[in-house]
Nanobody
């Protein structure tokens, strides 16, 4: 599966953005989908994942209550709604696809999309 993330941009603190990740192919619903982010000079970190049908989700503590992951299998797309953004959310965000519910086990990655939150 090939993934393409988009929707990043510049937003003021307290604002919202919605990231999208479009997947190619007919097997999208067979994948757990995740979002990750990478700060400058840091390793990529887990943000959220969603199960194959969307019935189960998990979030990093740092985003819990502010971010919401969702998916539309008919559109082969996963979303990350980001509310109450903080300057420390500034990062490159990546979507990923994997076989199991995990914060680490992902086989396919999209290109990153930059989110910048100004104070």
């Amino acid at each position: 599966v090939q993934l393409q993330a988009f929707g990043g941009g510049l937003v003021q603190a307290g604002g919202s953005l919605r990231l999208s990740c479009a997947a190619s192919g007919r097997t999208f619903s067979r994948y757990v989908m995740g979002w990750f982010r990478q700060f400058p000079g840091k390793e990529r970190e887990f943000v959220a994942f969603i199960s194959w049908s969307g019935g189960s989700t998990s979030y990093a503590d740092s985003v819990k209550g502010r971010f919401t992951i969702s998916r539309d299998n008919a559109k082969n797309t996963v979303y990350l709604q980001m509310n109450s953004l903080k300057p420390e959310d500034t990062a490159v965000y990546y979507c990923a696809a994997g076989p199991i519910l995990s914060t680490k086990e992902y086989d396919h990655w999209g290109q990153g999309t930059l989110v910048t939150v100004s104070s």
